[in-house]
């Protein structure tokens, strides 16, 4: 089984034109891009916030590490906003928590075509199920361990640190 906990941001099409914009109702559901895919593989989806990841705190962080340690499941996918998507995976890194647990994002609104997220969420899933215990970065045909990454805002993706 794998857990997906959701936080909002561009995978699940939410435009922030500020951040005062946070909790808008996600526009397309993780579950709509698993449908789509026919995908068969076990799984439960937790929406936790829908928050633009340039206002993601410590509070939140902490909040999605007790809803890690609260399930049963061994592998997580995090979905996660890119601005701030190195801070937590090294947040939730350094606790050394025992499972494998994969942040994902994307760069183009899930909602636009030509969106990156049906990939990303396709490619995070596959690499949840063969990582050992640990914190990863899943963007755009890359893994990243959470001791090596970052974001370059230059050319707008991760790379290793």
Not at 9 to 23: A, K
Not at 26 to 52: G, M, P, Q, T, W
Not at 88 to 99: M, Q, V
Request: hydrophobic share 35%; proline share 1%.
């Amino acid at each position: 089984m794998i857990h997906i906990i959701t936080t909002g941001g561009t995978i699940e099409g939410l435009e922030y034109e500020t951040i005062e914009s946070e909790n808008q109702e996600s526009k397309i559901s993780i579950e709509d891009f698993f449908r789509s895919a026919n995908v068969s593989f076990s799984y439960s989806i937790e929406n936790v916030l829908n928050k633009d990841s340039r206002s993601m705190t410590d509070k939140d962080r902490q909040l999605l590490v007790d809803k890690i340690e609260a399930t049963s499941a061994e592998k997580i996918i995090l979905t996660h906003g890119t601005f701030t998507m190195e801070d937590t995976a090294k947040y939730i890194g350094k606790l050394n928590l025992n499972k494998t647990i994969v942040l994902v994002g994307s760069f183009v609104l899930g909602t636009s075509n030509g969106t990156d997220a049906p990939f990303n969420l396709g490619y995070a899933i596959c690499s949840v199920q063969f990582l050992k215990p640990d914190v990863y970065v899943a963007m755009n045909g890359t893994i990243f361990h959470w001791k090596n990454v970052t974001k370059n805002l230059e050319t707008n993706k991760f790379e290793q640190r």
